[in-house]
């Protein structure tokens, strides 16, 4: 599509190209016709279509067509009564918990909502200091893992249930037995109180130790630092105080480090304020494109190789101007980067020496001495990030475990302890170290899930869920969050603090166990005057509790370590240098079992329940690959067979692969979707989804690399992608002037200094042929969106499919155009296929006053309400998609099939307040709904009047970026009013004069 100042903005390569299949694929507004089913035969004329003649024969050409339809098949439904209620129990309603998000070790802030004794719905605790109400998507779909009913639920001992009794009477004898080598393997521990469990249980056994490694590492950042600062830790990186903001392949926006956090801050630095207004200036150099790299004013393609050399040079350049003399800094291969940019990365860094954020994505010790030798030398360090007030997020030592391995190889581990960590999946020699754990005598696996690991194990613990947990996390120095259970355990299972406390013969409940920490640790640190219950209830009630921080001493800049990395990232006669990443949804593969995250779009490639093989356009055009077109990848040692997926963006010698694919256990969702009723299976074997790319990984020195060189072959087969990058494609009728729109708009940060309305200058006059026959007395639902707040990191999205119970329809389903997400995040590409610029679009039903949709229904089941509401009445629906047909925005869903089943413990997530829709239903978002009406409610109950601000969408309330807000048009004092007044706001497709109440603002770069 083509904007007013001719800059063409595409979805995908294939709508760039705009061939005549993606033309049709445009036009069809029903990618397939309702499956046949039990009609005659000759009822139907071809294989998925009905003629006219056929279809009023069978209906009669009457109402009995309308009856006919509306046959659907309605859920079994059971009610329980609630003989004996607790005290204080209110049936019905939703009670909140503090708590704190165990997704990832970054430890955000989290509310659960309880409803009738289950949870049903995780956000974003708006007081938590680090997470300020964000969520991710990952956090948002935890409470579903609870409900998994995979879940290991009884003890094993060599795959056989057991019980505790004899499980810790066998444990603890063996422990006896052994005496010494004990060794206790987990991923970072954030919680204090586990780790004083685990010192003290080690500390019984001679030769012991607890080591801590990260599958995706950021050991690197942690050694340079103890290289160049004389202390191992994690810096607490502050990026709403960055004024220049560099990063080399840290996708800080999407999976590194603390993606909420930073992405709170991100947005916070980019907020168009003061006079003239000011944004902070962001430049990414990747080889993949990047969630981050997508949002970045100016993106460098450069391969690792290449990255390292711009480190180098930027390095050597800056003090050359300070006048160090740092010999040890000379780039191997400096002919292989442009020194322009060079020269344009030091000289923006240096005009914002204190204000300046240096960051690096590669685990390398060498590259991470450079940064922290740049950032010391800007004076960044105590303003833009902090060593002396540290994070404690990410702990892992790629060292230790290595370390860990030589003595499991040499005989002297007698007992290894595997605590929540999958060791035999994500080690890049996982086969060396599942071969090297066969001659440990005790092998014992704390887990909630029989994956490769407990395979290996003789016995399996299971483990708690967090939302079933008393727990604790320091997460930065002077902050502690605090994790309570919100629901009775759902199986035989406990903490690992616990497992390990019975076997010291320690047999104390785990909340005294949090508790008595507390008492002696983290309460004389507090800075009020409270007795310690009070301490203790405040921090329960408020899920957090910040206390008076220790300053860490750091020693003075160690500038003899400062070297030019050792490590060649060069991919020679292989060809191609392979990256390897994390998903937003399924990170390092311990959110592989979760189908929400399977089944949500990745926010650049659009592509689910699969992992593949980026290419750039030119390698695939030079290799005569299609997407889809399958890959054989092979560094001479691993290989693996992958779709090819074309990436716009790319750079043409990086290839990039998933991590977190392949693993044991996800074989359940090769059927998942549908029976179908052609009787075609979804998929005839049962294997897991994705395959594991953890073995390409390397160990450069002490330190796990996720680059490597690789070779690409063809194999003349194909694999399609269940991807969704232009399902639901905005076109513009013929006999509505056929033009493509602008959808999304953007300007430059100079430009709108001069002219605020720079970028939405377009303005059609709205021309009515009638009077309004409806004015809206109260209220007047709306929404704006900022474009240049949206990052694109689909938390909303699951947010919307927690609260609305959205299902969950397959990856067959999803190939078939079929997807039933509510929100979609449209992402636009601009200009040429290599160097490209990016946007992203949430677009849900825009709610028009003018609703196309309504018009057409022949049942009235889609209606407007008297506060603007564009409404769905489930139980009217008859399903003749005539409202899809009719919505220029594609933002509604049909249900092909029944896909919720009965009597799975996962429906245990169902929001009670939302009706779950049937086969052959339309839905769509309604504008939580619930949630105005609950509103109003309570509004009542206190009688007061709806303020600003009291309703919160599921959307609003889960974005970390800030970037949705909803409210009251009407109101001239509310927020959404504000910004519909704003010169940067703008309506999709206005001229068309449907009236949208959810509108968006430009996006600004600074460029």
């Known amino acids: 599509?083509?904007?007013?100042?001719?800059?063409?903005?595409?979805?995908?390569?294939?709508?760039?190209?705009?061939?005549?299949?993606?033309?049709?694929?445009?036009?069809?507004?029903?990618?397939?016709?309702?499956?046949?089913?039990?009609?005659?035969?000759?009822?139907?004329?071809?294989?998925?279509?009905?003629?006219?003649?056929?279809?009023?024969?069978?209906?009669?050409?009457?109402?009995?067509?309308?009856?006919?339809?509306?046959?659907?098949?309605?859920?079994?439904?059971?009610?329980?009564?609630?003989?004996?209620?607790?005290?204080?129990?209110?049936?019905?309603?939703?009670?909140?918990?503090?708590?704190?998000?165990?997704?990832?070790?970054?430890?955000?802030?989290?509310?659960?909502?309880?409803?009738?004794?289950?949870?049903?719905?995780?956000?974003?605790?708006?007081?938590?200091?680090?997470?300020?109400?964000?969520?991710?998507?990952?956090?948002?779909?935890?409470?579903?893992?609870?409900?998994?009913?995979?879940?290991?639920?009884?003890?094993?001992?060599r795959g056989k249930p057991t019980n505790w009794q004899e499980l810790d009477r066998e444990v603890t004898s063996r422990l006896d037995e052994l005496g010494d080598d004990v060794y206790l393997l987990t991923g970072t521990v954030t919680s204090p109180s586990t780790r004083a469990v685990i010192d003290r249980f080690l500390g019984r056994f001679p030769n012991s130790a607890h080591v801590e490694y990260d599958a995706v590492s950021y050991s690197a950042i942690l050694d340079a630092h103890e290289q160049t600062h004389g202390l191992r830790v994690l810096p607490r990186y502050r990026f709403d105080r960055a004024e220049v903001i560099v990063s080399f392949n840290a996708d800080f926006l999407g999976t590194w480090i603390s993606p909420v956090e930073f992405t709170r801050d991100y947005t916070a630095g980019r907020d168009l304020v003061g006079n003239p207004p000011r944004i902070s200036y962001h430049v990414q150099l990747e080889g993949r494109m990047s969630l981050t790299g997508s949002n970045a004013d100016r993106r460098i393609r450069v391969t690792p190789a290449q990255s390292a050399a711009i480190l180098t040079e930027v390095a050597k350049k800056i003090a050359a101007v300070k006048g160090l003399n740092v010999p040890a800094v000379q780039s191997k291969s400096p002919s292989i980067i442009d020194p322009s940019v060079v020269e344009e990365?030091?000289?923006?860094?240096?005009?914002?020496?204190?204000?300046?954020?240096?960051?690096?994505?590669?685990?390398?010790?060498?590259?991470?001495?450079?940064?922290?030798?740049?950032?010391?030398?800007?004076?960044?360090?105590?303003?833009?990030?902090?060593?002396?007030?540290?994070?404690?997020?990410?702990?892992?030592?790629?060292?230790?475990?290595?370390?860990?391995?030589?003595?499991?190889?040499?005989?002297?581990?007698?007992?290894?302890?595997?605590?929540?960590?999958?060791?035999?999946?994500?080690?890049?020699?996982?086969?060396?170290?599942?071969?090297?754990?066969?001659?440990?005598?005790?092998v014992v696996a704390i887990t909630d899930h029989q994956n490769e690991t407990a395979a290996q194990s003789e016995f399996v613990c299971p483990v708690n869920h967090p939302l079933e947990s008393w727990n604790d996390a320091e997460i930065a120095e002077g902050l502690f969050s605090m994790t309570q259970p919100t629901i009775p355990l759902l199986g035989d299972t406990r903490t690992v603090r616990e497992c390990l406390s019975v076997w010291m013969d320690e047999r104390k409940p785990d909340r005294e166990i949090v508790k008595d920490y507390w008492k002696k640790t983290v309460f004389p640190r507090q800075p009020g005057k409270l007795s310690f219950q009070e301490f203790w209830d405040r921090t329960v009630h408020d899920g957090f509790a910040s206390v008076q921080p220790r300053k860490t001493q750091v020693s003075s800049f160690q500038l003899a370590a400062v070297t030019a990395p050792d490590e060649?990232?060069?991919?020679?006669?292989?060809?191609?240098?392979?990256?390897?990443?994390?998903?937003?949804?399924?990170?390092?593969?311990?959110?592989?079992?979760?189908?929400?995250?399977?089944?949500?779009?990745?926010?650049?490639?659009?592509?689910?329940?699969?992992?593949?093989?980026?290419?750039?356009?030119?390698?695939?055009?030079?290799?005569?690959?299609?997407?889809?077109?399958?890959?054989?990848?092979?560094?001479?040692?691993?290989?693996?067979?992958?779709?090819?997926?074309?990436?716009?963006?790319?750079?043409?010698?990086?290839?990039?692969?998933?991590?977190?694919?392949?693993?044991?256990?996800?074989?359940?969702?090769?059927?998942?979707?549908?029976?179908?009723?052609?009787?075609?299976?979804?998929?005839?074997?049962?294997?897991?989804?994705?395959?594991?790319?953890?073995?390409?990984?390397?160990?450069?020195?002490?330190?796990?690399?996720?680059?490597?060189?690789?070779?690409?072959?063809?194999?003349?087969?194909?694999?399609?992608?269940?991807?969704?990058?232009?399902?639901?494609?905005?076109?513009?009728?013929?006999?509505?002037?056929?033009?493509?729109?602008?959808?999304?708009?953007?300007?430059?940060?100079?430009?709108?200094?001069?002219?605020?309305?720079?970028?939405?200058?377009?303005?059609?006059?709205?021309?009515?042929?009638?009077?309004?026959?409806?004015?809206?007395?109260?209220?007047?639902?709306?929404?704006?969106?900022?474009?240049?707040r949206c990052t694109g990191c689909s938390a909303c999205v699951i947010g919307c499919q927690a609260e609305n119970n959205v299902a969950v329809v397959g990856r067959d389903e999803v190939h078939r155009r079929r997807e039933m997400h509510w929100i979609r995040i449209d992402r636009y590409y601009s200009g040429d296929e290599g160097d490209v610029t990016v946007m992203h679009q949430p677009v849900m039903c825009q709610h028009c006053d003018h609703a196309p949709c309504e018009s057409v229904c022949p049942v009235l089941a889609t209606v407007h309400s008297e506060e603007g509401i564009n409404q769905q009445i489930y139980n009217r629906c008859v399903g003749t998609r005539y409202c899809a047909n009719n919505c220029p925005y594609k933002v509604r869903r049909f249900n092909w099939f029944d896909y919720w089943e009965q009597g799975r413990k996962e429906n245990l997530v169902l929001n009670p307040d939302i009706t779950t829709r049937t086969r052959g239903v339309m839905e769509k978002c309604s504008l939580c709904v619930q949630r105005i009406q609950e509103a109003k409610a309570e509004a009542r109950r206190h009688g007061v009047p709806l303020k600003d601000g009291d309703i919160k969408l599921a959307c609003e309330q889960s974005c970390p970026a800030d970037a949705i807000v909803f409210g009251d048009m009407n109101d001239p004092k509310s927020r959404i009013a504000e910004l519909i007044r704003h010169p940067r706001h703008y309506r999709m497709l206005e001229e068309m004069n449907f009236l949208p109440t959810v509108g968006y603002l430009t996006k600004v770069r600074n460029t």
């Open 568 to 788: 060649d990232y060069s991919p020679g006669e292989k060809g191609y240098a392979l990256e390897l990443y994390q998903k937003i949804g399924i990170l390092d593969g311990r959110h592989a079992s979760n189908p929400w995250l399977q089944e949500l779009p990745d926010p650049v490639t659009k592509v689910t329940w699969d992992n593949y093989v980026s290419v750039s356009p030119a390698l695939a055009k030079k290799m005569g690959l299609e997407e889809g077109g399958v890959l054989k990848v092979t560094d001479g040692v691993y290989s693996i067979e992958l779709p090819a997926q074309i990436q716009p963006g790319q750079h043409d010698e990086v290839v990039a692969i998933a991590l977190g694919y392949g693993c044991k256990g996800t074989e359940r969702f090769s059927r998942l979707g549908p029976d179908w009723i052609e009787h075609v299976a979804s998929n005839e074997e049962l294997l897991p989804i994705g395959k594991n790319a953890f073995p390409f990984a390397r160990t450069n020195g002490a330190v796990t690399s996720l680059v490597n060189a690789v070779r690409l072959t063809k194999t003349g087969y194909s694999s399609p992608l269940a991807l969704t990058q232009t399902h639901q494609t905005i076109t513009v009728p013929e006999n509505l002037g056929g033009e493509a729109r602008n959808m999304v708009r953007e300007t430059t940060l100079d430009d709108y200094i001069r002219n605020p309305r720079s970028g939405n200058t377009f303005e059609h006059p709205v021309l009515q042929l009638w009077e309004n026959d409806y004015v809206y007395e109260g209220h007047h639902w709306a929404m704006a969106i900022d474009l240049g």
């Open 345 to 442: 990365l030091a000289g923006r860094l240096l005009e914002s020496e204190g204000k300046s954020l240096l960051v690096c994505g590669w685990n390398n010790v060498a590259l991470q001495r450079l940064v922290n030798f740049i950032n010391h030398v800007l004076g960044n360090y105590g303003k833009t990030l902090d060593v002396a007030y540290p994070s404690y997020q990410w702990r892992g030592s790629d060292r230790a475990l290595l370390g860990l391995m030589e003595r499991m190889k040499a005989g002297k581990v007698k007992a290894l302890f595997i605590a929540e960590a999958n060791p035999a999946y994500n080690l890049p020699d996982a086969a060396e170290f599942t071969e090297a754990l066969k001659g440990v005598p005790l």
């Open 1 to 157: 599509m083509v904007n007013r100042q001719d800059k063409k903005y595409w979805k995908g390569l294939e709508e760039r190209e705009n061939s005549p299949q993606f033309q049709k694929m445009a036009e069809n507004e029903f990618p397939e016709s309702l499956p046949q089913g039990d009609f005659p035969d000759d009822f139907f004329e071809g294989k998925m279509s009905v003629s006219r003649r056929s279809f009023l024969k069978a209906a009669g050409f009457s109402l009995a067509g309308v009856a006919l339809a509306s046959c659907n098949r309605a859920p079994v439904e059971k009610s329980i009564p609630l003989v004996n209620a607790p005290k204080d129990f209110i049936a019905g309603t939703s009670y909140w918990y503090a708590s704190t998000c165990a997704g990832c070790q970054a430890g955000c802030g989290i509310l659960a909502k309880v409803r009738d004794g289950r949870p049903i719905k995780i956000e974003g605790n708006p007081q938590h200091p680090l997470s300020r109400g964000g969520i991710c998507a990952v956090g948002q779909a935890m409470v579903l893992s609870l409900y998994d009913s995979r879940r290991v639920q009884k003890p094993l001992r």
